[in-house]
C-alpha cells in the first residue's frame, strides 16, 4: 500500500484516472482575452440573466458542469463525488449550483487553488477505487467577489498595479476510472506558507512561495527535473508572482523559463485589457485548464503538464486585523501517455 | 475495485482506519454543560489569551489538535494529510492554525458537517493507500460566528425559541492506517437537499431533510437497520431538528427513539443553560463526538456508533436575496470491533 505515497507531500497513482470530460463557461472580458475561442461558453453579459452577481456564479457553475456532463457522456446522477468551492463566503455559489444536481458533494475552501484540489481529491478516491466519476468544479465572478473583498463595484475604487484582476468564469473536469486520457499520475498536496505579506492587493507575491515549496517537493519525491513537463502552469500568481517564482528557481540554478506559464497571464492580453499584474479568483486556473490547456494536450500540443492551482487563504477580517496572508498550492501532474505514472 | 461501492452514496472501507489519537478544547459555558468534564480543555475565558475571537478560534484549533496528536503517540510533521475547515469567511480559523502545522493541507467548506466531511475524507485516503495518518479539524466560536452570520454581540439582539446557539469548541481527530480502535468502516456521502426554508432562525428545520435523506440512504445501502447502532447521533439539528427527523423515520415506520440523539441537544442543558433549541456550530458535534462519544466507545458503552453530520450551506448575502437554506449531511460508521467491516 506504501508504495503510492512518493514523499511527504507527493502520491502516485497507481491507476491514473483519465479526464474524461471538461467544460468551461466564462464572461464577457475572459471571452475578449487571447483564449476567448477556446471556451464552451463566453457570455455577452455578466449577469448570466440572472438577478444578482452571486445567482450569476451559480448560473455558470451549472453550465461548465454541464458542458463537462456532456463531454464525458455521463449524466450527474452518474457522478460518485462532486468536488466544488468558490470564493463567496460560506461557499454559496457552489452549494446552490450543487442543489440542482443528483451527487454527493465534498465542499472546498481552498481559494483560487480550488480546482487542483478538487482534482487531487476526486483523483485520489477514483484511483482508491471509492469512485467511477468524479468531478472538479469551481468558479468565481468579478463582480461577487469585488464586493465582498474589495469595494462595492459602484464605489470605483482604484488599484495598484500589483493588483489582480478576479476572473469571471467556471470550470469542471470529469475524472473517470476508465478512458483515454489524459491521465493524472501524481497529486503534490501543499502545506500553507505565509512569508508574511500584508498587502491583500499584492496576492501574487504572497502565493509565490507557496508555489515555489510545493513545485520543489514535487520535482524532489518524483525525481523529475523541471524539462521533464512541456509546461508548467501556476494559477493565479499574475505577472508578479510569477517572476518571483521563477527567480526562486533561478537562485536554486535552475531555469524555468520557456516551459513556466501562470494561468493569470495567460488569460488576459495585458497590452489591451487592463488587468493590472493579470487574472486571479478560483475561475482563472479552472477556465485555463478546461479552456486551453487541456484542449492543447488532447491536441498533442502538451504531453506532460504540471498543473498548480495557488490560492491566497486570507479574508478581508483577517486583513483588517493585520494578519499576513497564508498561501497553498497543490500539484497534480497530467499526461496524455497510458502508462505515464511510472 | 469496485467492492468497496455499496450504493449510490456509500462505501465500505476494506481496511478499517482506527482512531488514534482525538482531542477536543471549548469554552466557558460548553465546559459548564452536562458534557463538561469530558473534553480536554475547557476555558475559563472565551478569548483564550488572544486579542480577537477569530485569533481566539485558531488558538482552540490549535489546542484541538495538539491533544489528538499527543493522544496518538504523533507529531504533526507524521500527519500526510489534514482536512480542515470552519464557519468563518475564508475559513480563516484553520488556515492561521494550519499556518502552524508543517502538514499537507486540505481546506473543507462543510459548515456543521464538516467534522464528518473531514472524516470521511481523511478515513478514505487511510484506507486508499494514500496516507498512514490523516487529521480531521474543525472549530466555531460563538463570538466570531455570531457577528459574521447575526449581528454584533453588543447590540444584544434577540433570538427565536427555534434559534440554535454557536458552540465555541474545537475537536480534531486522528486517523490511522493501523491501531486498536475505534475503526471507521462506512463512508455515506450527502448529497445537497433544500426543502425551502428560509429563516436563518431555524436551521434545525432546513438541516432536518438532509439528515433523514442520508440516513435513508445509509441504511438501504449498508443493509443495516437502525437497531445495528447503539446510537445514532446527528450534529447539529438541536431539539427542533431532531423531532422532525425521528417524525420521518416514523413515517416510514421505523421507531429511532432509545437509539438516536443530536450534539446539540447533547451539549447544554436547556433547563440551566438558555440555548433555544441546543448547540450549533462547527464545533459542536466535532466535541461531543471527541469529548463524550470516542471516549465512550473507549470504555465499551456503545460498540456501533453512526455520527452524522449536519451542515446549512446558506450565507447571509443568500438569505438576504431571499434565498432558501440548503442543508448538508454525511454520515461515518465507527465501531469498537475489529472486522467490523463486514
Chains 1, 2 share one sequence.
Not at 483515454?180 to 508574511?196: A, E, L
Not at 489591451?272 to 490547456?293: E, F, I, K, M, R
Not at 497553498?328 to 496524455?336: K, P, Q, R
Request: hydrophobic fraction near 35%; proline fraction near 4%.
Amino acid at each position: 500500500m506504501d508504495t503510492k505515497k512518493l514523499g511527504r507531500q507527493t502520491v502516485r497513482l497507481t491507476s491514473p484516472p483519465s479526464i474524461a470530460g471538461f467544460g468551461s463557461a466564462v464572461g464577457k472580458k475572459e471571452g475578449q482575452g487571447p483564449l476567448g475561442r477556446c471556451f464552451d461558453f463566453a457570455s455577452q453579459d455578466d449577469s448570466f440573466a440572472e438577478k444578482s452577481w452571486e445567482k450569476a456564479e451559480t448560473a455558470m457553475q451549472k453550465q461548465a458542469l454541464s458542458y463537462a456532463l456532456d463531454k464525458a457522456g455521463i449524466s450527474s446522477d452518474q457522478l460518485d463525488y462532486v468536488f466544488a468551492g468558490d470564493l463567496l463566503n460560506q461557499c454559496i455559489a457552489t452549494s446552490y449550483s450543487l442543489r440542482a444536481q443528483n451527487a454527493p458533494f465534498f465542499g472546498l475552501y481552498g481559494a483560487c487553488s480550488t480546482m487542483a484540489e478538487g482534482m487531487s481529491l476526486a483523483a485520489m478516491l477514483v484511483d482508491g477505487g471509492f469512485a467511477s466519476y468524479a468531478a472538479a468544479l469551481t468558479s468565481s465572478h468579478f463582480c461577487s467577489a469585488e464586493r465582498q473583498y474589495r469595494n462595492p463595484l459602484e464605489y470605483g475604487g482604484q488599484k495598484p498595479p500589483t493588483a489582480q484582476w478576479t476572473t469571471t468564469g467556471s470550470g469542471a473536469v470529469i475524472l473517470s476510472r476508465k478512458g483515454t486520457g489524459p491521465f493524472i499520475t501524481h497529486v503534490t498536496t501543499g502545506k500553507v506558507v505565509d512569508k508574511g505579506i500584508t498587502d491583500a492587493n499584492n496576492m501574487g507575491a504572497a502565493m509565490a512561495p507557496a508555489a515555489y515549496a510545493t513545485l520543489h517537493a514535487h520535482f524532489e519525491e518524483t525525481g523529475r527535473s523541471p524539462d521533464f513537463y512541456d509546461l508548467i502552469v501556476t494559477g493565479d500568481l499574475g505577472s508578479l508572482g510569477k517572476e518571483i517564482v521563477t527567480d526562486f528557481f533561478q537562485r536554486d540554478g535552475i531555469d524555468l523559463r520557456g516551459r513556466y506559464d501562470d494561468c493569470g497571464v495567460l488569460l488576459f492580453d495585458p497590452t489591451t485589457q487592463d488587468v493590472h499584474a493579470g487574472g486571479s479568483g478560483c475561475g482563472c486556473s479552472a477556465v485555463v485548464l478546461t479552456g486551453h490547456l487541456l484542449r492543447e494536450m488532447r491536441r498533442g500540443t502538451y504531453r506532460n503538464l504540471l498543473f498548480c492551482g495557488t490560492g491566497a487563504l486570507h479574508s478581508p477580517t483577517a486583513t483588517m486585523q493585520g494578519e499576513s496572508i497564508p498561501g497553498i498550492c497543490h500539484a497534480v501532474a497530467i499526461t496524455t501517455e497510458k502508462g505515464g505514472a511510472s
